[in-house]
């Protein structure tokens, strides 16, 4: 579009130079035939023969020439502009096409550039696709070849596994007739056995009973020691609560006794009448054994302290006694069972009759009930280690 246009401008350009040399060309002319005619009239003038008359008629006919001239010279100029004109026209209308043409390109090429990146997305997509498409293959490929050799190896295991079956089924015939043959043996020694193992039942059963005689007498004497364990805790339970409560009076003495010294080092008559007062307040405070509290001159911020460490020490010595004598319970309560187990082991029983069996399993459950009721049983609710206080 741009070179149609620069082509255009020059064209006009040229044409503007032409007719202005034109015009210059024509009316130079002219001038040089004016100025020849008038030469020659003043030839003419000169003469004697020549009159006004002539002279006029010489100038109007200069004139008219002139005016056929210049008329002549309008109408050319004007069929050349005319021709310029429409030489214009055309290539106007030349550019408007080539204009018009260009635009038609322009929409043309953005098409052709969005069908270009549709298409170059699409090839790009199925580029991708392809190489999906090549990477699944070979995938297949390979689980096709992992898969035939796994058939392959199957193959080989069922023969394997048939010949194995075969072998099995003989093995299996074999082991037939040999059950059969120990059946019949079974059934030959049961009826020797049977009366052995009656009379091992009974004394299997007399054992159990005397075992059970013995863990109930350990019940009994668990129970029994562990009720004055829980007496003996409850006393300590009470002991501790009346300690305590001299242990609040004695705080409650002790910041009453340091206010007042407080007061007496603010004040100096309160300390002189302190020192001047009556042997009462000298006294102090004192402990009694009943747990009431009475005026004796005892420190006791100190006294606290170790009335505390006392009582821990009777505390841990009471527990570790209480520990001794329960460790010793239960090892000779596992004595016993491991005793009654292993009777109960050594003798041979492989075919035990239902009493004997219900007769076992009774002793062995009250020997598990005692051991876990009776020595695993926890301390009374009112039975606390000192910490918790």
């Known amino acids: 579009m741009s070179a ?4 255009y401008d020059a064209l006009q350009e040229q044409n503007l130079f032409l007719e202005k040399e034109l015009e210059s060309g024509k009316r130079e002319e ?41 008329q002549e010279e309008n109408r050319s100029q004007a069929s050349q502009i005319e021709s310029l004109e429409e030489s214009l026209g055309i290539w106007q209308e030349r550019c408007d096409q080539a204009e018009h043409l260009v635009e038609e390109l322009r929409k043309k090429l ?23 498409y090549t990477a699944s293959h070979e995938a297949l490929q390979d689980r096709k070849q992992s898969l035939e050799m796994e058939v392959e190896a199957k193959t080989r295991e069922c023969v394997e596994l048939q010949a194995r079956w075969q072998r099995a089924e003989e093995e299996r015939d074999k082991c037939r007739k040999e059950i059969q043959s120990l059946k019949d043996l079974l059934r030959e020694s049961t009826a020797g056995e049977t009366a052995a193992l009656q009379e091992s039942g009974q004394r299997l059963v007399q054992a159990a009973q005397a075992q059970r005689e013995q863990l109930i007498v350990i019940a009994k004497q668990l129970e029994e020691h562990v009720s004055w364990v ?63 509290m009475t005026t004796e001159p005892p420190e006791i911020e100190e006294s606290v302290p170790t009335i505390v460490i006392r009582l821990e020490r009777e505390w841990k010595r009471w527990n570790e006694q209480y520990a001794i004598e329960l460790n010793s319970l239960r090892e000779r309560v596992e004595e016993l069972s491991r005793r009654s187990a292993v009777e109960v082991t050594t003798t041979p029983s492989p075919v035990q009759p239902k009493g004997v069996k219900g007769e076992k399993v009774v002793a062995v459950q009250n020997s598990e009930e005692v051991r876990g009721s009776d020595i695993n049983a926890p301390l009374q609710p009112g ?3 000192l910490s918790g206080i």
Do not use: F, Y
């Open 30 to 70: 002219k001038l040089r035939e004016m100025q020849k005619q008038m030469a020659v009239w003043e030839n003419k003038s000169s003469e004697p023969d020549m009159g006004e008359q002539k002279e006029k008629k010489l100038r109007l006919e200069v004139s008219k020439n002139l005016i056929a001239a210049l």
């Open 230 to 292: 829980n007496a003996v805790c409850q006393e300590q339970w009470q002991e501790l609560g009346t300690l305590t409560g001299t242990l609040i009076e004695a705080g409650e003495w002790t910041e009453r006794a340091q206010a007042i010294c407080l007061k007496a080092q603010v004040n100096p008559e309160i300390q002189e009448n302190m020192e001047m007062g009556s042997p009462k307040e000298e006294k102090g405070v004192e402990w009694q054994e009943k747990g009431t």
């Open 383 to 385: 039975v606390l280690p």
């Open 110 to 132: 953005a098409e052709n550039h969005v069908q270009v990146e549709e298409t170059r997305r699409v090839i790009i997509r199925e580029m991708e696709r392809m190489k999906e």
């Open 4 to 7: 149609w246009r620069a082509r």
